[in-house]
C-alpha cells in the first residue's frame, strides 16, 4: 500500500535535528513546479487574506495539490474551521478525505484576515478550544493520519504571553503542532520553541511580514519543525507577470523568455500520462 502523505509528514516530523520545509504553492501547476525543484484567496479569488475565501474555495484548491501526488505531504490553511464545532468537523473531515495531511485551525473571529495585518480579533479561549477538540475528534474517530495544527493570532493584539497560554490549552485539546502566529523577534521565536518542547513547532516565514527573516538553517538551530513559506510561489510570479501584461497592453508584445508548449505540458505530466497510456495498450499518444 503507498505512503500517504500524511504518514509521511508524520515520520519527517519525528525525525530528530530535522526541519520539515514547505514552500507555498497556489494551484496544480506551482505544485508541479514545486515537486519538480495564501495562497488561495489571491490566486483562486483575486482577492486579499480576508477571510473571503469558503470552505468550498480551499477544499477544491487543496483536492487539485493533493491529487499531484497523493504521498507527497501537502499541508493547507483551513482558516477558521468555517464555522462552529459541527462546521469544523465537516471541514476536518473532507480535508481529510481530500488527501491533505496537515490543516491548521485559528482562534480568530469569523471575519478574519491575514495573520501580519493589523486589526486581528480572537474569539475566547473557550470557543478556540472547542474548535481544536471538533477537528481532533473528528480526525481520530475517521481513523485518519492527518496532523492538527493548532494556530494563534493572539501575538498581535492580546500579547506573546496570552498566545502562549492559548497554544498550552491547544496542547490539552490534543493537537500535533503548535503556530504562533507573527512572532516578532528572534527570542520570541528561541523563548516559544523552549516553552512548548516537545511538541513540534511551526514556524511562517511571510517576507516582509511581522516575523523577522530568518533561513531554514537559523529556524533548524533554534529548534522549529516545520518551516512554511506560504506565499513564495506567489511573490514570485505576481511582478514578472505584471510586467509582462503591462507590456502587452502598451506595446503589444512582451520580453517573457519563451519555454513553449511542450516544456509546458511535460512540467504537466505529459511524459508520465503518454507512458501510462502505453502501458496499458493506448496509441492516442505514439509520439511526443
Same mark, same amino acid.
Request: proline fraction near 4%; glycine fraction near 10%; hydrophobic fraction near 40%.
Given at each position: 500500500? $503507498?505512503?500517504?502523505g500524511?504518514?509521511r509528514l ?7 535535528d530535522?526541519?520539515?520545509? $514547505?514552500?507555498?504553492v ?10 519538480? $525543484?495564501a ?8 482577492? $486579499?487574506?480576508?477571510? !473571503?475565501a469558503?470552505?468550498?474555495d480551499?477544499l ?12 507527497t505531504?501537502? !499541508?493547507?490553511?483551513a482558516?477558521?474551521g ?8 465537516r ?7 481530500a488527501?491533505?495531511a ?7 473571529? *469569523? ?6 495585518l ?9 470557543v ?10 473528528t ?11 493548532a494556530?494563534? =493570532?493572539?501575538?498581535?493584539d492580546?500579547?506573546? =504571553?496570552?498566545?502562549?497560554e492559548?497554544l498550552?490549552g ?13 512572532l ?29 527573516q530568518?533561513?531554514?538553517?537559523q529556524a533548524k538551530?533554534?529548534?522549529f ?14 511582478r514578472p507577470? *505584471?510586467?509582462a ?8 508584445? =512582451?520580453e ?6 511542450k ?13 501510462? =497510456?502505453?502501458?496499458v ?6 509520439s511526443?
Amino acid at each position: 500500500m $503507498a505512503m500517504t502523505g500524511a504518514k509521511r509528514l508524520r515520520e519527517l516530523m519525528s525525525k530528530e535535528d530535522h526541519i520539515v520545509v $514547505a514552500p507555498g504553492v497556489y494551484d496544480g501547476l506551482s505544485g508541479r513546479i514545486a515537486l519538480a $525543484a495564501a495562497g488561495t484567496n489571491m490566486s483562486r479569488l483575486g482577492t $486579499a487574506d480576508l477571510g !473571503i475565501a469558503t470552505l468550498n474555495d480551499m477544499l477544491s484548491n487543496a483536492s487539485t495539490i493533493t491529487s499531484l501526488s497523493p504521498s507527497t505531504p501537502v !499541508i493547507a490553511d483551513a482558516d477558521t474551521g468555517y464555522g462552529g464545532p459541527i462546521m469544523v468537523s465537516r471541514t476536518v473531515r473532507q480535508y481529510a478525505l481530500a488527501g491533505v495531511a496537515a490543516l491548521h485551525i485559528e482562534d480568530q473571529v *469569523q471575519e478574519k484576515r491575514c495573520g501580519h495585518l493589523v486589526g486581528k480579533q480572537c474569539v475566547s479561549r473557550e470557543v478556540y478550544y472547542a474548535r481544536l477538540r471538533a477537528a481532533v475528534k473528528t480526525r481520530d474517530e475517521m481513523g485518519s493520519e492527518m496532523m492538527i495544527i493548532a494556530r494563534t =493570532d493572539a501575538r498581535a493584539d492580546l500579547g506573546f =504571553d496570552e498566545a502562549v497560554e492559548r497554544l498550552q490549552g491547544a496542547v490539552e485539546c490534543g493537537v500535533d503542532a503548535l503556530f504562533l502566529e507573527a512572532l516578532q523577534s528572534t527570542e520570541e521565536c528561541e523563548k516559544a520553541v523552549k516553552i512548548f518542547a516537545p511538541t513540534p513547532v511551526l514556524l511562517n516565514m511571510v517576507p516582509g511580514g511581522k516575523t523577522p527573516q530568518m533561513g531554514v538553517k537559523q529556524a533548524k538551530e533554534i529548534g522549529f519543525k516545520l518551516y512554511i513559506n506560504p506565499t513564495l510561489g506567489l511573490e514570485a510570479v505576481v511582478r514578472p507577470m *505584471q510586467k509582462a501584461y503591462k507590456m502587452l497592453v502598451e506595446q503589444g508584445t =512582451d520580453e517573457c523568455e519563451p519555454i513553449g508548449p511542450k516544456a509546458l505540458f511535460e512540467i504537466c505530466g505529459l511524459n508520465e500520462a503518454m507512458a501510462f =497510456d502505453e502501458s496499458v495498450g493506448g496509441a492516442a499518444f505514439g509520439s511526443k
